[in-house]
């Protein structure tokens, strides 16, 4: 309310330029943490499974879902 008073005068863009400048960084970091806890797994314990699954198909369906957050 400090930046913009009356909600009517709300710059849409100007909003979801913050709003994105806030979530992206952190949307990063996670999948770059994901990345490295994929490629450091130990490929020779039991729990490795968990990290690298057996036969999961990592296709372009998978990838959205990441992004879009709909993978539960």
């Not at 309310?1 to 863009?13: G, I, K, T």
């Amino acid at each position: 309310m400090a930046r913009e008073p009356d909600l009517f005068s709300l710059s849409w863009v100007g909003f979801y330029a913050r709003r994105a400048a806030r979530i992206q960084p952190m949307l990063a970091v996670s999948i770059l943490l994901g990345i490295a806890a994929l490629l450091l797994a130990d490929r020779t314990l039991a729990q490795s499974g968990i990290f690298l699954g057996t036969g999961l198909p990592f296709d372009a369906s998978f990838w959205i879902s990441l992004a879009t957050f709909s993978f539960n």
